[in-house]
């Protein structure tokens, strides 16, 4: 059937559901909500959700994080028809292992009647009756649990029939995503489809950021290194190996892994323990990935995209269609990063839109599959 326009998907945005929410504003502790009273007299809530922040400061929290009328105005006002959804950090990483598994399964449920009620994308841009919000789940992910209870939360998302995929941090059950001990959950997630979008928290510790006390370092730097370890360390214990088929989406477009990819290729190279237990030369994995395209910049994203082609090729995949952009998806990181003075537009979501637009070497297509076409191919192929 006949669509008016190419669509306009953001796979990068974030809520925190009423219900965890609730449970920020029950802890003294980061992460935390609380409620303080203004210069001006007024009430205003606050969160403090990164490590090494203080915990009585904060910045601004309100119902651009929680409620959904505001998730569905903020995407009207920028165009975006649908939005997959994912609860934003730290997830269930401060709770223990008894309390996460509720929560998990909780959350998962709210999330899933989050996006089923949302409206349909208008049958006049759209015949194929996507609906606007659907989600990633969450895994109950700390220390202490049994892979068990992570594998039956794989197992009830896979069921919820708006989330299509997982967010995961990158601490896993304390040792990382690359503990052996998350085989199982790798290889439910790599059966059920599911993708599997890696999302930083913890940056890399406020001892590499000197006199420098704004979130800047942390946000700019901190959380892209702390992705790249994450997927490098998959990478260097064969997760991608055994699971060649998981669909590994990664924030903020990969952090500098595209940046690093031939000089950890080179290592690998001369280390000849880790060269003999590896299937692929370390660049061909970047070919296996999916990237956000949360960059900022035209340099980049083109940049990603070659990086992604050549990893294809490495796989011995050189079909002209598969040239690298089809791994790009667009994302805004909402409702984090909104303008310091009202807009009409986000400057966050503009400048993204604008990176996309400005890559020379695209050509129309690319770009509206990065934009939305890549994204209905990852997440809803198998409703249409
Ligand atoms: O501004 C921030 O702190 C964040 C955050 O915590 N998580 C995120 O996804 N984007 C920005």
Redesign the pocket.
């Known amino acids: 059937a006949a669509r008016l326009r190419p669509l306009l998907v953001d796979i990068h945005s ?1 809520v925190y559901l009423p219900r965890y929410a609730s449970l920020l504003r029950a802890r003294k502790d980061v992460p935390r909500i609380f409620t303080r009273t203004n210069a001006a007299g007024a009430q205003e809530d606050r969160l403090v ?2 490590t090494d922040e203080p915990t009585d400061q904060g910045r601004p929290v309100g119902p651009q994080y929680w409620d959904r009328q505001a998730k569905l105005q903020f995407m009207d006002q920028h165009g975006i028809d649908c939005s997959v959804i994912s609860s ?2 730290p997830w269930l990483d401060f709770l223990s292992a008894s309390d996460a598994y509720e929560t998990a399964q909780d959350l998962n449920r709210d999330l899933e009647e989050y996006c089923a009620t949302s409206p349909a994308i208008s049958s006049d841009v759209d015949p194929r009756g996507f609906k606007r919000l659907y989600g990633f789940g969450l895994l109950p992910l700390v220390p202490g649990i049994s892979v068990d209870k992570i594998v039956d939360t794989v197992r009830q998302i896979e069921k919820l029939p708006h989330l299509r995929g997982i967010i995961i941090g990158t601490r896993g059950l304390g040792d990382g995503l690359d503990d052996d001990a998350l085989d199982p959950v790798w290889e439910a997630l790599e059966k059920a489809r599911l993708v599997s979008f890696i ?1 930083p928290h913890y940056g890399i510790g406020k001892e590499a950021w000197g006199k420098e006390q704004s ?1 800047v370092l942390p ?1 700019a730097l901190g959380f892209p290194f702390e992705t790249t370890i994450a997927i490098t360390r998959m990478i260097l214990a064969g997760v991608l190996d055994r699971h060649p088929n998981l669909r590994i989406l990664l924030a903020h477009s990969g952090g500098v892994l595209p940046q690093l990819s031939s000089r950890l290729a080179s290592c690998i190279a001369h280390d000849p323990v880790v060269a003999s237990r590896l299937r692929h030369d370390a660049r061909a994995y970047l070919g296996m990935l999916y990237y956000d395209a949360v960059a900022y910049g035209s340099a980049e994203l083109a940049f990603v995209a070659d990086v992604a082609k050549r990893g294809r090729s490495h796989l011995g995949i050189t079909t002209a269609s598969d040239d690298g952009t089809k791994r790009l998806l667009w994302g805004t ?1 909402h409702p ?2 909104p303008p310091l003075e009202a807009s009409e537009k986000w400057r966050s979501v503009v400048d993204n839109l604008d990176a996309i637009d400005g890559v020379e070497t695209w050509n129309q297509s690319q770009k509206d599959a990065v934009r939305g076409g890549n994204a209905v191919d990852l997440f809803f192929a198998d409703s249409e």
């Open positions: 974030h959700i990164l934003a950090n999302h979130h946000l990181d984090f990063f």
